[in-house]
């Protein structure tokens, strides 16, 4: 042969103390996940499961299906409906059934914590003419509270909260070469 070739070892991920325990790396993704609701889902689903129980010892058979039905909730909205903010090569993905919006982060100029109502919103500004993305329900709410902010995405549902987001994505907004080793988007 007429030279050698030498392979780089691949860019490794940062390690897990380099990330906050909240977030979720899933096949090279960084993955922020909603947390879920505790104080709405489980007192209903005592209640309900207690109702099974009841309907079980006064013998009727409707009970088993009353006592399965919120774990069988429980599975499918953690897995379907649960939504998801992803950082990818290509910019942050917002995954929520039945959509998935991507940001590249080519056309974020910078990011930021907003107060809309009653939400708090890991906010962005575009780069000048660029069109926002379609699907952005953040984005309707910083209007009408007249934020500086073009979209966003609610943060305070998000495991960590917003302030751990908003360092995440601030460091990857600010270095390509973090952000080069992330996997592409697939959607």
Same mark, same amino acid.
């Given at each position: 042969?007429?030279?050698?070739?030498?392979?780089?070892?691949?860019?490794?991920?940062?390690?897990?103390?380099?990330?906050?325990?909240?977030?979720? !790396?899933?096949?090279?993704?960084?993955?922020? *996940? %909603?947390?879920?609701? =505790?104080? $709405?889902?489980?007192? &209903?689903?005592?209640?309900?499961?207690?109702?099974?129980?009841?309907?079980?010892?006064?013998?009727?058979?409707?009970?088993?299906?009353?006592?399965?039905?919120?774990?069988?909730?429980?599975?499918?909205?953690?897995?379907?409906?649960?939504?998801?903010?992803?950082?990818?090569?290509?910019?942050?993905?917002?995954?929520?059934?039945?959509?998935?919006?991507?940001?590249?982060?080519? !056309?974020?100029?910078?990011?930021?914590?907003? *107060? %809309?109502?009653?939400? =708090?919103? $890991?906010?962005?500004? &575009?780069?000048?003419?660029?069109?926002?993305?379609?699907?952005?329900?953040?984005?309707?709410?910083?209007?009408?509270?007249?934020?500086?902010?073009?979209?966003?995405?609610?943060?305070?549902?998000?495991?960590?909260?917003?302030?751990?987001?908003?360092?995440?994505?601030?460091?990857?907004?600010?270095?390509?070469?973090?952000?080069?080793?992330?996997?592409?988007?697939?959607?």
């Amino acid at each position: 042969m007429a030279g050698t070739a030498t392979i780089d070892p691949m860019t490794e991920l940062p390690s897990a103390a380099e990330l906050p325990a909240s977030l979720t !790396v899933r096949r090279g993704r960084i993955v922020f *996940r %909603a947390r879920r609701p =505790v104080a $709405l889902v489980l007192p &209903l689903l005592a209640v309900t499961e207690i109702a099974g129980v009841i309907c079980l010892l006064i013998g009727a058979t409707i009970g088993w299906f009353i006592i399965a039905a919120p774990v069988i909730g429980l599975a499918t909205t953690a897995v379907v409906l649960r939504p998801a903010l992803e950082l990818t090569r290509d910019g942050l993905v917002q995954r929520q059934y039945p959509y998935s919006s991507l940001t590249r982060w080519d !056309v974020i100029a910078e990011v930021g914590i907003a *107060r %809309a109502g009653n939400r =708090v919103i $890991l906010a962005y500004k &575009l780069v000048p003419d660029v069109p926002p993305p379609r699907h952005q329900p953040a984005a309707d709410m910083l209007r009408a509270v007249d934020a500086p902010y073009d979209g966003g995405w609610f943060a305070d549902s998000l495991a960590g909260g917003p302030d751990e987001a908003l360092a995440v994505v601030t460091r990857y907004l600010a270095d390509p070469g973090l952000r080069a080793m992330l996997p592409v988007t697939h959607r």
